[in-house]
């Protein structure tokens, strides 16, 4: 039986043609042809039945068969605003891991510490694409441009928002029980760079009504640390 192959198309029920991108991926490399049976997903919970109606040197088009309306398989949002490494290795690792696992919506974060100051995130937004087609997830994660730690924590956000780090000086709670307590309600979680946040930053959140809580008792890099984040939340609210 031939293998399904998926493609994001957003807003797939209103076109008929493949965006370039994936049109060149279904003519040179898995030369699909007219009549090819395709799996069409929109990014925003709805995959689509589709046949290849023609193929040219540079378009792909398409018919929909039949719309799947997907369910959600987490309650609630879960974004991560972390402070990127040096090595954007690093984070384009965790954003296809986080992607596979589950999320909605990540932040990049310029802290008193950061290592980085700008990102791709046309480069971050491919990564997710990718991640969301191998691992067929019905939603598309959001990607936001960088921001400033103090401008982030400053703005409004609803649902639960807490921030992780290591200082002692500041009372925490381990990140898992709380989420266990708030299962339904969207998350924000801040992770900081290499070094963690600085402590000015740590009091700024919790002024603006983050918690400070704790990962566990090691000591994790940066992307180890959103990873555990967005694998908590995810498994607290498929619960």
Request: charged letters at 30%.
């Amino acid at each position: 039986m031939k293998e399904v192959r998926y493609f994001y198309v957003p807003r797939a029920a209103e076109n008929t043609e493949l965006p370039q991108d994936e049109a060149t991926h279904a003519i040179r490399a898995l030369r699909l042809q007219a009549g090819d049976g395709i799996m069409l997903m929109d990014g925003e919970g709805t995959f689509y039945e589709a046949e290849i109606s023609l193929v040219t040197n540079k378009k792909c088009m398409y018919n929909i068969l039949n719309k799947l309306p997907q369910e959600k398989m987490w309650k609630g949002k879960i974004h991560l605003a972390i402070a990127p490494t040096k090595m954007m290795e690093r984070m384009e690792w965790l954003v296809e891991k986080a992607t596979e696992i589950g999320f909605d919506e990540l932040s990049f974060l310029s802290c008193r510490f950061s290592e980085r100051e700008k990102v791709r995130v046309d480069r971050v937004e491919k990564i997710v694409v990718s991640a969301v087609k191998q691992s067929r997830k019905a939603w598309m994660p959001k990607v936001n441009e960088m921001v400033s730690f103090r401008d982030f924590v400053s703005s409004e956000r609803g649902g639960k928002k807490f921030i992780c780090h290591c200082y002692e000086e500041f009372e925490k709670s381990m990140l898992f029980n709380e989420l266990q307590n708030n299962s339904e309600d969207d998350v924000t979680v801040l992770i900081g760079p290499e070094g963690d946040f600085s402590i000015d930053e740590v009091r700024m959140a919790i002024e603006s009504r983050y918690l400070s809580v704790s990962l566990g008792n090691s000591r994790l890099r940066t992307e180890t640390a959103g990873l555990v984040a967005v694998n908590m939340a995810n498994i607290v609210k498929t619960q």
